[in-house]
């Protein structure tokens, strides 16, 4: 009864992010790990250390002091030697969740970071059903993560979310991402949600992540203002995070040379993660939640 | 393509001025609307390139703007105004040859050919670009330079409405060569005093203007011209006219027997496809005298005679009352010469030779010949007589006056008197410069001089250009003696013998005086005895009339002469008168003087009709002549399609005059075209 009523309240405090029924399909989900890290505590996934599972591992010989309990005495009553079975551990997997929230993030409609908001709670959500460390943070905040673990904190994940607010101003990518890397030694699944429309760029901080060889996840979000533009006349147009002018005649020329430029520039990251092992996933900022999760990301290969 | 600059420098600057204008307005009318965007990142990469000029990429991909200078554009087009026209006269020169002969009076043409040519000239001036030069030639039987090359078309037009009518006849030939001439490169034009090389040395076209009654051009005349023939008038316009019209006194006895009597002859044409009937007219001195009916065939010539009786004096018209295009030569004019007698006196101690030669029926006809002895010119009659210029001609038949008559003379072995000698050029005046010998060489060659008896001598030449020895056969004329005679510079040498001169004449103020330097008969101590066989000879009595003739100014032809309009005509004036008036047939007078040698050539005969020659204080007029057109060429109003030179010809151009095909009416409508599209593009970018 108990556990209903708090289900019930956490649906209602995170109705702007997710939907009881949205969080109930998310329960059934979970997040994939393309490599096996060693976790920090007993969990539900495979670690690479070597512990008390049910899943065999490897054989060693028998030192003095190890436990008897694993010696395999089948293979003693043949060849006449002790040796020890070796089990797979399970542990627990950390995901660290990244959150753009410098101002360009706060652009579109619904915005991008709202988009990305729901996206990193969904995510995690899936992460604490699953019994997973979850660690999320925004650019701004890169260095004072929240970490929850267990369903009980999903509360603490979605609360967190919600009072989130776009930076102003944020620091650049790169210096968040170090920020980050500083801060959390352990292995893991990185979600990292950005638009990318760093100009000091992106490659520098993706390249970090990889060098900690976590498991990268790129969710790239764009409004629908920034994939086709609306704009007509002479327009000056301003930079939402530094106040960046730019004086332009619409034309359709121009449109199409900016198309042009966009599909160069997702390319380019695209290409980029792709050499570099990172899952790389478009988001356009007005896609809804639920066939987000369910289908686009699960195609992707992000969830299942 | 070609242009005609209608706007001056100033109005260029400000119309030049707008473009400019515009772009500035389209960098201050640039308000941009401030959007904001989630990063300018990629729109910066996207206008990247287009950064390189940060001015003109504000003008690029501008519709508005683009629209804006297209019709300013066209706006300036069309104040050039650009058109084109089949012929190519980018800054070419043209020459505009406007026949202005007789033919051209015609008025098949409405309201006559001239003023047709007139008109096409000035159109197809209006339609040549403004860097044309041109000039305008007119041309009858002589060609007129109405203007010199000059590009400024008032002149042309002034020039061209200048040209009137004339009676004259067409020869173009002169015209054409003025056109070659000028055409070349080094000629000048004359416009305001001032001498400017306004042509440069390229190939003219000629638009010869003309009704093609020209005759045969000369194609190598033509040089570097290009000839576009423009033909005036209708091809198969009929005219009927006369050709000749002249009187004569008749030679038959009958005839002769009675008092004044004329026989007038006429001859008619008709060109056209139809026998004609009209009726001929003879007016003597403005009343009808006679008429006759004439049936003229076409392309055939008639001939029609009057005859007149009682008539001594006076002049003729003869008139077609044929309605036809040219009016001009169903007129003709002849006058009768008024029955002039000169007076000739003869002082010899008794020349048969002479005598008989001044006895022939020509000289009776038109001299009173007075015969005296040698002791006349002392008698006091004499002194009369010659003083008051009673006789136009004194013969001194071996013998000579004391002092020279004022009538002209022929001295035959005599020696002139010491006053024979020009009295402007006595040598007195000459030796003033100081140098003798210079003077009296000079002295030689101004006065007459004389030799001494020599013979025999024999006549080695004889002048056959000057009408006194034209005729004259004198290679078997024996002379016994004679002496040489040496005229002053202004005098003519008429015979060369042997021995030098010995026959001259020269002009002594209003008379001439002529000097035979031997006799014909010679007195002797024993009597008389022939010099010369030259009396008994057949060109002594030529001679004698040829001198009469020309020393005393007699007159032998019953009819005036007649020349064609604007023909000179030479006229020969008694010495005894000074000054004559001649009255044109407008009643217009110009007063001559009578030259040294009392020959006169008049030029203005460009009016057709009869010119009196008058003299102060006769009642009479002491010369007619008439100027008639008579001439088939003229007559015949046919316009020729095509000009003959020679090998080739020269086809018409009908389709030369055409007109300018002016497109700055096109260029402003597309211009209006062009403000609603802009306007319509202008309102599209306000409501999206």
């Known amino acids: 009864m108990a556990q209903n009523a708090s289900s019930n309240a956490l649906a209602s405090s995170s109705d702007t992010l997710l939907s009881a029924e949205m969080m109930a399909k998310l329960e059934r989900m979970e997040l994939i790990s393309r490599k096996i890290f060693r976790?920090?505590?007993?969990?539900?996934?495979?670690?690479?250390?070597?512990?008390?599972?049910?899943?065999?591992?490897?054989?060693?010989?028998?030192?003095?002091?190890?436990?008897?309990?694993?010696?395999?005495?089948?293979?003693?009553?043949?060849?006449?030697?002790?040796?020890?079975?070796?089990?797979?551990?399970?542990?627990?997997?950390?995901?660290?969740?990244?959150v753009d929230d410098s101002l360009s993030m706060d652009f579109g409609a619904p915005t991008k970071f709202l988009t990305a908001k729901r996206i990193a709670a969904a995510l995690g959500y899936i992460g604490l059903c699953r019994g997973d460390r979850v660690s999320v943070s925004t650019f701004s905040k890169a260095a004072s993560p929240l970490v929850v673990r267990g369903r009980s904190g999903s509360h603490r994940l979605i609360g967190h979310w919600q009072g989130a607010a776009c930076q102003n101003p944020a620091p650049t990518m790169e210096e968040s991402v170090r920020r980050f890397c500083l801060k959390n030694t352990g292995k893991g699944i990185v979600i990292l949600i950005t638009d990318l429309l760093n100009k000091t760029g992106y490659e520098t901080?993706?390249?970090?992540?990889?060098?900690?060889?976590?498991?990268?996840?790129?969710?790239?979000?764009?409004s629908p203002e920034e994939l086709e533009p609306k704009l007509t006349g002479d327009l000056k147009l301003l930079d939402a995070e530094d106040s960046d002018m730019r004086e332009v005649s619409i034309s359709a020329s121009l449109l199409q040379r900016y198309k042009l430029t966009l599909d160069a520039f997702i390319d380019s990251a695209r290409s980029f993660c792709n050499r570099r092992s990172i899952a790389y996933v478009s988001v356009r900022s007005d896609q809804d939640i639920d066939p987000l999760m369910n289908e686009y990301l699960r195609t992707r290969g992000l969830v299942r | 393509m070609t242009w005609i600059n209608m706007l001056s420098a100033w109005q260029w600057l400000l119309l030049l001025a707008i473009p400019p204008a515009i772009l500035s307005l389209y960098f201050l009318k640039l308000k941009r609307q401030e959007s904001v965007v989630s990063s300018t990142m990629l729109w910066k990469r996207a206008i990247e390139d287009l950064h390189v000029n940060s001015i003109w990429q504000k003008l690029r991909k501008n519709l508005l703007l683009y629209l804006q200078l297209l019709f300013v554009g066209l706006l300036i087009m069309a104040c050039i105004r650009p058109g084109w026209s089949g012929m190519n006269r980018a800054g070419e020169r043209r020459i505009y040859i406007i026949d202005h002969s007789a033919s051209m009076q015609a008025s098949d043409?409405?309201?006559?050919?001239?003023?047709?040519?007139?008109?096409?000239?000035?159109?197809?001036?209006?339609?040549?670009?403004?860097?044309?030069?041109a000039m305008v030639i007119a041309t009858s039987d002589r060609a007129s330079v109405e203007q010199g090359f000059t590009n400024n078309r008032s002149l042309l037009e002034k020039a061209v409405q200048r040209i009137e009518p004339t009676s004259q006849l067409t020869d173009v030939s002169e015209a054409f060569r003025v056109a070659a001439g000028l055409a070349n490169p080094g000629r000048m034009s004359f416009e305001d005093n001032v001498d400017i090389q306004v042509a440069e040395a390229v190939p003219a076209t000629v638009y010869f203007f003309s009704d093609g009654a020209v005759g045969e051009l000369n194609e190598a005349e033509f040089g570097q011209l290009k000839i576009e023939y423009v033909p005036i008038g209708d091809v198969d316009t009929q005219n009927a006219g006369i050709l000749s019209f002249a009187v004569q006194r008749p030679d038959t006895d009958s005839a002769k027997a009675k008092q004044g009597s004329i026989a007038a002859f006429a001859r008619m044409i008709h060109h056209g496809s139809e026998t004609i009937q009209c009726t001929a007219s003879l007016y003597l001195n403005n009343?009808?005298?006679?008429?006759?009916?004439?049936?003229?065939?076409?392309?055939?010539?008639?001939?029609?005679?009057?005859?007149?009786?009682?008539?001594?004096?006076?002049?003729?018209?003869?008139?077609?009352?044929?309605?036809?295009?040219?009016?001009?030569?169903?007129?003709?004019?002849?006058?009768?010469?008024?029955?002039?007698q000169v007076s000739i006196l003869l002082i010899t101690a008794g020349n048969t030779a002479i005598e008989t030669a001044l006895r022939t029926e020509r000289i009776t006809q038109l001299a009173n010949v007075q015969v005296e002895p040698r002791s006349y010119m002392s008698?006091?009659?004499?002194?009369?007589?010659?003083?008051?210029?009673?006789?136009?001609?004194?013969?001194?038949?071996?013998?000579?006056?004391?002092?020279?008559?004022?009538?002209s003379t022929l001295f035959i072995g005599g020696l002139p008197p010491k006053d024979i000698q020009p009295r402007s050029n006595e040598p007195s005046s000459e030796s003033s410069n100081g140098d003798a010998q210079a003077a009296v060489q000079s002295s030689d060659e101004q006065t007459w001089s004389f030799g001494e008896p020599t013979g025999p001598i024999m006549i080695m030449d004889v002048n056959r250009s000057h009408p006194i020895s034209q005729y004259l056969e004198m290679l078997s004329v024996g002379i016994v003696e004679g002496r040489i005679v040496k005229p002053p510079q202004t005098g003519t040498i008429l015979m060369v013998s042997d021995i030098g001169p010995v026959f001259a004449v020269a002009p002594r103020g209003p008379y001439q005086d002529a000097v035979l330097g031997f006799d014909i008969i010679r007195q002797t101590g024993d009597g008389f005895e022939m010099n010369s066989d030259w009396g008994i000879k057949r060109s002594f009595p030529v001679f004698i009339f040829s001198a009469v003739e020309q020393l005393a100014g007699g007159i032998?032809?019953?009819?005036?002469?007649?020349?064609?309009?604007?023909?000179?005509?030479?006229?020969?004036?008694?010495?005894?008168?000074?000054?004559?008036?001649?009255?044109?047939?407008?009643?217009?007078?110009?007063?001559?003087?009578?030259?040294?040698?009392?020959?006169?050539?008049?030029?203005?005969?460009?009016?057709?009709?009869?010119?009196?020659?008058?003299?102060?204080?006769?009642?009479?007029?002491?010369?007619?002549?008439?100027?008639?057109?008579?001439s088939n060429r003229e007559s015949n109003l046919s316009v020729g399609m095509e000009l003959s030179t020679g090998a080739e010809s020269i086809l018409a151009t009908p389709n030369t005059i055409r007109a300018r095909?002016?497109?700055?009416?096109?260029?402003?409508?597309?211009?209006?075209?062009?403000?609603?599209?802009?306007?319509?593009?202008f309102n599209r970018r306000i409501f999206i």
């Open chain 1, 39 to 98: 976790g920090r505590m007993k969990g539900e996934r495979r670690s690479k250390r070597k512990g008390q599972s049910v899943e065999f591992s490897d054989f060693r010989n028998y030192v003095a002091g190890d436990d008897l309990r694993f010696i395999d005495w089948n293979l003693f009553a043949r060849l006449d030697r002790l040796y020890l079975k070796i089990f797979l551990e399970e542990e627990d997997l950390h995901v660290y969740t990244l």
């Open chain 2, 379 to 407: 008698s006091p009659e004499y002194l009369t007589s010659t003083t008051q210029g009673k006789y136009d001609l004194i013969i001194y038949d071996s013998c000579s006056p004391e002092k020279m008559p004022t009538a």
């Open chain 2, 661 to 681: 095909q002016e497109v700055w009416r096109w260029l402003l409508l597309l211009a209006l075209g062009l403000l609603m599209l802009e306007w319509i593009v």
């Open chain 1, 205 to 222: 901080a993706l390249k970090m992540l990889v060098a900690r060889e976590m498991d990268i996840y790129l969710i790239h979000v764009l």
């Open chain 2, 287 to 340: 009343s009808l005298v006679d008429a006759q009916r004439v049936e003229l065939a076409p392309g055939q010539e008639t001939g029609i005679q009057f005859d007149l009786e009682g008539v001594d004096n006076g002049s003729l018209k003869l008139e077609l009352d044929h309605a036809d295009a040219l009016p001009l030569d169903n007129v003709a004019y002849a006058a009768i010469r008024p029955d002039r």
């Open chain 2, 556 to 630: 032998t032809e019953a009819g005036a002469p007649t020349v064609q309009p604007g023909m000179p005509i030479p006229l020969m004036l008694s010495n005894r008168f000074q000054n004559y008036q001649i009255i044109d047939p407008k009643g217009r007078t110009q007063t001559i003087e009578r030259g040294a040698d009392g020959r006169f050539l008049y030029t203005k005969t460009d009016e057709i009709g009869v010119y009196e020659v008058r003299a102060a204080g006769l009642e009479d007029p002491v010369e007619r002549f008439c100027v008639n057109l008579f």
């Open chain 2, 109 to 133: 043409s409405k309201p006559s050919r001239l003023a047709l040519a007139r008109d096409k000239a000035l159109k197809l001036m209006k339609d040549a670009a403004s860097n044309d030069s």
